[in-house]
């Protein structure tokens, strides 16, 4: 179930790339596999069908899977990451999603540097203003970039949003549109560091609408593996 899942959400994603008006239709999208409440074999299963990245949401889950997994993959952070778990972030993931504040990317840099590591992430921006989200604001961007950006061991590589749960999963678009935008934007601003090139946006219920206005990064789960096992 879970390879022809994972196939289905594939085919999926270029259908959604044949839909795109604004978007250059070829650029590529990285699936990545959330695996949050999933157990170690429903992981290699979908590995085993063909991903190559995985998503986690919280640290602690992330590290019993990281030796039990057996299998090479690149490591997402896309949960909310408290300051006091940064030391474990940067020794398990590749790419951490979720730095929505500067504060927390100082300590990142902090750690970071304790291990000789350039640690890759993207600025989670709150675009719709949710309280129940985190996030800097869109405003808050150009300032957050120009400090990150001279830090040496964090390298920024994009930007990650989340939209609101709508009923109606169309009402996603307006904000997706507007966050390429952003990525157009500052991608083509002359950063020292930084080098921008993802888009993260876009879960089970609204990937096919990221990927249609822009996201190269889509997070999805129970697309994948069916519902959490809690």
């Given at each position: 179930m879970i390879k022809d899942n994972y196939q289905q959400v594939l085919a999926s994603i270029e259908a959604a790339k044949s839909r795109r008006r604004e978007v250059p239709k070829e650029a590529p999208v990285k699936l990545i596999a959330v695996t949050k409440n999933?157990?170690?074999a429903a992981m290699r299963e979908a590995i085993d069908a063909g991903a190559t990245e995985v998503g986690e949401n919280r640290i602690q889950e992330a590290a019993n899977k990281f030796d039990a997994l057996e299998r090479e993959v690149t490591w997402h952070l896309i949960g909310h990451l408290q300051t006091n778990k940064v030391k474990q972030a940067v020794k398990y993931f590749q790419l951490i999603h979720s730095v929505d504040s500067l504060h927390l990317a100082r300590a990142l840099e902090k750690e970071a540097a304790k291990i000789g590591k350039v640690q890759d992430i993207l600025l989670q921006v709150n675009l719709a203003r949710e309280d129940s989200k985190s996030g800097l604001y869109k405003e808050e961007?150009?300032?957050?970039?120009?400090?990150?950006?001279?830090?040496?061991h964090l390298r920024i590589r994009g930007l990650m949003c989340m939209a609101p749960n709508y009923d109606e999963v169309e009402n996603c678009r307006p904000l997706f549109r507007e966050m390429y935008g952003i990525y157009c934007q500052v991608k083509e601003m002359p950063w020292q560091r930084a080098k921008v090139e993802y888009l993260s946006m876009g879960m089970s219920h609204d990937y096919e609408i990221a990927v249609e206005e822009g996201a190269n990064i889509v997070r999805v789960g129970t697309a994948i593996f069916g519902p959490r096992q809690y």
């Open positions: 999933h157990d170690v961007l150009e300032e957050a970039f120009r400090e990150v950006d001279g830090f040496e």
